[in-house]
Structures are given as C-alpha cells and as structure tokens.
C-alpha cells in the first residue's frame, strides 16, 4: 500500500511517520513518499532521512522516499495527504499583519487572511488533482491543508477525485469534553456539526445518556489548539448558545479583543503567530537533523496540530478497513443543514468505510448559531468561485459577505493590498490563468 504526503517538508510529517508506524498491524503501509517543491527541499531532505530512521527504529518493511517529481510520486498511490502552504510562512505572515492596518482579524483561516490563503491554495490543489485523476484515480485524498473545509468544497465541486477533508479540532474538543466529565475520551460519544473551524458540538453522549449540559457546567480555561489563547468568556459563551464551540469561533464572538492580542502581538517583540512558527521550525529542524533522534521530538508540541496524526492515519486505517466507525470530517452537505446548498461541504459526524465518508442523519443545527455559518458559508462559496476564476469582484463580494468585515472601502483597500503583495502566487487575478506549485 502506497501513501503520498504532498507537503512532505512540513514539520507535521514526523507525527504522521508516527502514526503510520502505530497503525502498521491494522493499516499495512509499504511505501510513503514524501513529496515538496525545490523551495523546500532541505526540509524535505531532513525529513526524508528522518523518517526512515524512525521506520528503522520500529523494524517495519516501510520504504521512504522523497521526491520533487509529484506525478512520479503519484503513479500507484493508495492514499494522499495533502498538507501544503503556498507561499509559505512568508505569506502566512503577510495574511496576518496587512488585515490589521484595516482594523481586521489576520488569521490563517479566519477573516479576509484565511480567503487569501485560500486563493493561493485552490489553484494549486486543483492541479494536483489533475495529476491524481491521471495517474491513480482510484487514490483517496484526505485534504489536511487549510483552509480545509474551503479546500475540500474546491476539490469536490470542480474535480473527480474522490476526496475527505479533515481537521484535528473536533478530536481536541472530545478529549477537552472527556476531560470536564473525568471520563476516558472514547467513551464519549459526541455529536459536531457546522463547517470547519466554525463547528459545535451539541451532544455528549455517555452511556446512552446526553450529557452536554454537564460538560457545559465545567469551564476549562486550556485552549484546544496552541495557537489560540482562550478567553475564560468563551466557556460563558458556549453555555449560554448551549454548545460546546470550536475555538477558532473565539475570532467572532471575541473580536475586539482578539483584534488587539494580535495587533499588540504583531507590533511587538513575539511577533505574529507565522513569525512564531518560524522560530518553532527552525528548532524543530535542528532536532530533526541530528542522526541520533529517531522518534518525534516532544518539542513538536509547540507547533499545535496536536492529534493530527490522530485524526488522518484513524480515517485511512477506517477506509482501508471498511471499519464503519463514526469519525468527524469535511463532506458534502445533500441535504444535511437545510439551510445550505447540498453542494456545499460541512463538518459533522460521518461512517467511515471503504466507499469514504456517508453522514450521521438527523443533524441538528442550533438556532443560535445557525445564522453565523450561513454568512459564513456565503463567503466560503464566493472564496471558492474567486480562486477559480480569478475576478476580483468576486474576491470583493466573498470579503463583504465575511462576518469580521465591517467597511466596504477598508475591504476594497484590503483587497487591492493582498492581491498585489500575493501577486507571483495569483495570476489568475492578473491575466494568468495556471497557479504554479
């Protein structure tokens, strides 16, 4: 069994190495290939050997190659994990510092930042794809790379690959659920629905019985994911909409606040969260490159994506196991919330089996927050038609649609800004018509 990590440079594949060796009795892997640009290739270099000496150290039959040549990488693959950032951290930074001379949230994934970094992206995940329907159509793609809720609609509405989205924040919340109720994680059984990075989870059950409002009783002032500091109103918040929330909707219902946490952030000596990182990888590939180290690095905690080899290696071990178990992830909606187009994709509940992904049925979307992800769907949608088309018009009615853009001449000026400091990654939006990777 062959699996393809487009993306192989990020300092997140030693914990899916990780997992792909915990995995081996159920999910036989025999071969990953790791797959970057020239841009990254001494991290590429340095994971590579990495990871073969931790598949060393494990004793297991896995062969581990790196590679530039993505469609010879491709040729029989069985599974592909996609985990790339075009443009890099540099451009993860410029997303994060232009929104604030605006007066706008900078944030990978939320707000007018997480659009650009969803136009970069779209173009360049779509032509991977065309390599996929060529040359192993049969493959499964499982879309880690944010925004990835965005990213996964792009693929399924303008290509045949079959393809799951995912992310590791609703695993985070179940562990944070069982950890309120003092009870093992798997013994929970909970309920998410909504879009990536904007879901809730509205049920807890154990042993049969709901017990949602208890862990909504318990505060927990730890974040979920590392790089959002929580703020102790959110957990007065989820009991008061009467779910439980994923943090990244601390950008909406903490604005203001989170707004000045970033510009002080950014103005001063810790820099934003990209320059952040940047200093975590730095370290993390010194670590890396030492040839004694042969399992991952307890420093790699500080880069957040805690759980997400959790999260991709449990989805590929339930399709290749036809495991019908019940995994959260990014599907297409048919129907779902009635409330949204059924092209459009979603987070929730589904059963994981050898044909992918089908939905729990019965989903219930709360009143108090089914109106934020319709807005924020609109603007998804737009973001989508945007990359592929490249108008700028488009780009603008996606920013006016976002629920942290307040201003139509602050997101004009916004946009004019980005577009031009993404330009080499954007021809669309300048007379081209490929993106490249």
Not at 337 to 363: F, M, S, W
């Amino acid at each position: 069994m062959k699996l393809v990590v487009i993306g192989g440079g990020s300092s997140y594949t030693p914990e899916l190495i990780e997992g792909v060796i915990k995995h081996h009795e159920t999910l036989p892997i025999t071969e990953v290939a790791l797959v970057d640009i020239e841009a990254g290739g001494e991290k590429l270099r340095i994971n590579t050997a990495f990871s073969k000496r931790m598949v060393e150290k494990a004793g297991l039959p896995i062969a581990i190659s790196g590679t530039f040549d993505r469609r010879e990488a491709l040729a029989g693959a069985d599974f592909i994990i996609t985990q790339i950032r075009v443009g890099g951290l540099d451009a993860r930074a410029r997303d994060e510092r232009i929104p604030l001379k605006y007066g706008m949230i900078g944030q990978e994934t939320t707000g007018i930042g997480g659009c650009f970094k969803a136009l970069r992206t779209i173009p360049v995940i779509l032509d991977i794809c065309k390599d996929i329907e060529a040359l192993c159509p049969e493959a499964w793609l499982i879309n880690f790379t944010n925004p990835s809720g965005i990213v996964t609609e792009a693929v399924l509405k303008h290509t045949h690959v079959k393809c799951i989205g995912l992310c590791n924040c609703s695993i985070n919340m179940r562990y944070d659920a069982a950890q309120r109720l003092s009870v093992p994680a798997e013994s929970l059984d909970c309920r998410f629905i909504g879009l990536n990075h904007l879901s809730v989870m509205n049920h807890a059950y154990l042993n049969g019985e709901d017990r949602i409002q208890d862990v909504l009783d318990i505060f927990n002032g730890e974040s979920v994911v590392k790089n959002i500091e929580k703020d102790e109103e959110m957990d007065r918040v989820a009991k008061e909409l009467g779910c439980m929330l994923s943090p990244y909707l601390q950008y909406f219902y903490m604005e203001k606040e989170m707004l000045l946490e970033e510009t002080a952030q950014a103005l001063g000596l810790e820099g934003t969260r990209a320059e952040q990182v940047k200093a975590v990888e730095q370290e993390l590939f010194v670590q890396y490159s030492n040839p004694e180290l042969k399992e991952k690095p307890k420093a790699l905690a500080k880069r957040g994506g805690a759980r997400y080899s959790e999260a991709a290696i449990n989805l590929i071990d339930s399709i290749y196991n036809d495991s019908q178990d019940v995994q959260v992830v990014d599907v297409v909606n048919n129907g779902l919330i009635a409330q949204l187009p059924d092209d459009c994709v979603i987070e929730t509940n589904c059963v994981i089996g050898r044909n992918g992904a089908q939905p729990l049925c019965g989903a219930d979307v709360p009143l108090s927050v089914i109106g934020l992800i319709c807005q924020v769907k609109a603007y998804e949608i737009l973001t989508i038609e945007a990359a592929v088309s490249g108008n700028r018009n488009t780009a603008l009615q996606a920013f006016l649609n976002h629920p942290l853009v307040r201003d139509v001449r602050d997101a004009r000026a916004a946009l004019s800004e980005m577009l031009e400091a993404n330009k080499e990654y954007l021809p669309r939006f300048f007379g081209g018509k490929e993106g490249a990777i």
